[in-house]
């Protein structure tokens, strides 16, 4: 940002918003494709469960061997001058967890573990605590079915040794019934979460009540990839990561994340690295003890019936978050719990658009529960042509973090202590629908953002917000943490809708260089326009078409705004 440009208002407005990062560089940020290696560079060894036998040579499709413990084997042994393929019958099911470790794939020749065999049935292993473990760079994980009801996760990819652990697929997998044990007649997402017992399915607390449980950890759940090293081993961190065309169903805690122990520091996390003891080495503005993962893309995911959050990237330099759908997100949710639907963590360069967010639950006093999040230390992102819709927390969380930063001397005496916010701005809200969210019993929560503590500098430009007119008062706009202020956010061009008569309101008192600009307001009540002091408000001449069905992303192109759809609405600024 230019330094002379010390708050927004109506006069310095365009003049503020051009000195935003141009969205080029997010937009036309280059993240490489993954290998496409030939078969003829590959030695491929079948697996069968119910005809293999390990002592046959498994290179005969005709003669496979049985267990993965086999393959764990032949995985260590192989030397890689040639690719290997570790393939499993479709429809065969492996009742043991299996780990892939202990070998050096080369990235042109990454280690394949997939199906063969005719039908559309995958091949299942069934995991006792982890279905699949996965250390080791270079390795796709393609077509498999993963469960295990009492397993931590189904398919964990993690780092054992110091530095990066580098071009990881996992690809056309379903994920289901990971530490989530249901017992009820119907199907989790066809079940209201007010019917069931959620300390059943996957309880906060073991049996003493006190040692914390299963449902505790976000590195519990679907497809999980922490860089979990300490201090003994050294700093690690994952680059060139494809997480594409999964389900993840019925998991607990979480759908699929990319997760970080080596991202805190001033203002982020907890603002030191908890994995990094002594004082100077997290020296703050030195930034010790933080490592940040590189080059991420997460698209074509559908997560349904999450325990609490369904998709999380955090920690990423350069990132594409697309076409992902989740439903049913927090379905565990419960008291002391901050769960959402698809959201990111302290990423820097990220593209998030084409994305479904849907009926995120907010029971049983759990918090939070927006279909979308731009959380603590989010900056450069443009996040577009997303669709929230139904979420019972809201449409949009955008919120920061304070940390206590501990200043030492050279011989590790205390000499300051500073309160530090994570370094959130800079970013992009355009092109979006936002529909029917919030819930009736609390009317805070918002249908279009909830704002929480210091976030600086962001454009919310060309969104539609329809708001459902049963929730009377509802918040547009809502400051919900009041000890700290937020600034320059300026919104631009949007559209506030209600299909009936309705009053939105702001509740945005911590708000400071807040403008609205060129807005169009229909059917929402005056007061919101009046407390707007959108100068250049339209309060008529504008219709708008809402779809007969909103499920379902095809369904953010029926929306239209006076025979235009809203991705059509956006001037020169599509992403």
Known sequence: ?????????????????????????????????????????????????ETGDDENDGKDIRFPKKTLREAERIIKAHDYKKGLRILLKKGARFYEDFTLAGYSAKEKLPLIVSSYG????????????????????????????????????????????????????????????VN?????????????PDLIDVEKVCPEFEEDKKTYGRYRFR????????????????????????????????VARTGITIYSRWSDKAGVGYGFNKSVKGCRKNDPEK????????????????????????????????????????????????????????????????????????????????????????????????????????????????????????????????VEEEKTNGKWGSNY??????????NKRDNRRSAFVTIAREIKNVLLKNNLVVADYGIKNQSLAETEDKSQYCYGLVYKNNVFYSEKETELKLTDDMAKDRVFFGNVFINVGDSIVFSSEDEKAITKGVSVTVPKNTNGFENYYGYKIDGVTVGEFSDKEKC
């Not at 050294?234 to 169903?249: C, D, L, M, T």
């Not at 355009?430 to 969210?437: E, I, L």
């Open 219 to 250: 590195n519990h759940g679907g497809i999980i990839m922490l860089n979990a090293t300490t201090e003994k081993e050294g700093a690690s961190w994952f680059e060139n990561v494809y997480i594409i065309n999964n389900v993840v169903e019925n």
């Open 287 to 414: 930034s010790t003890g933080y490592y940040e993962h590189k080059n991420v893309v997460c698209s074509f995911n559908k997560v349904v019936c999450a325990g609490g959050d369904a998709i999380v990237v955090s920690s990423v330099k350069n990132s594409v978050i697309e076409n992902n759908v989740s439903e049913y997100a927090n379905y565990l949710g419960r008291k002391n719990y901050w769960n959402a639907g698809i959201w990111v963590f302290n990423v820097n360069n990220c593209l998030f658009r084409f994305n479904e967010a849907r009926n995120t639950y907010m029971r049983k006093g759990s918090e939070d529960a927006q279909g979308f999040d731009l959380d603590n230390c989010c900056r450069n992102v443009v996040f577009c042509n997303n669709y929230s819709h139904h979420n019972e927390g809201g449409g949009l969380l955008m919120c920061n973090n304070r940390t206590v930063v501990k200043k030492y001397d050279k011989n590790g005496n205390l």
């Open 1 to 49: 940002m230019k330094e002379n440009l010390k708050s927004c208002n109506q006069d310095n407005l365009k003049e503020f918003v051009a000195s935003f990062p141009s969205m080029k560089k997010v937009t036309n940020m280059k993240i490489k494709n993954p290998v496409i290696p030939s078969s003829d560079e590959y030695i491929t060894c079948y697996f069968d469960s």
């Open 118 to 177: 005719d039908g559309e049935n995958k091949p299942v292993i069934v995991g006792e605590k982890c279905a699949i473990s996965l250390c080791e760079s270079n390795t796709v994980i393609d077509g498999l079915e993963v469960t295990g009801k009492n397993a931590y996760q189904g398919i964990y990819v993690t780092c054992v040794r110091k530095g990066a652990v580098k071009n990881i697929t996992v690809k056309n997998c379903y994920v289901h019934d």
């Open 429 to 438: 809200v355009f092109n979006n629908v936002f529909a029917y969210n919030g």
């Open 180 to 192: 989530f044990e249901w017992n009820y007649e119907k199907a989790a997402k066809d079940t209201d």
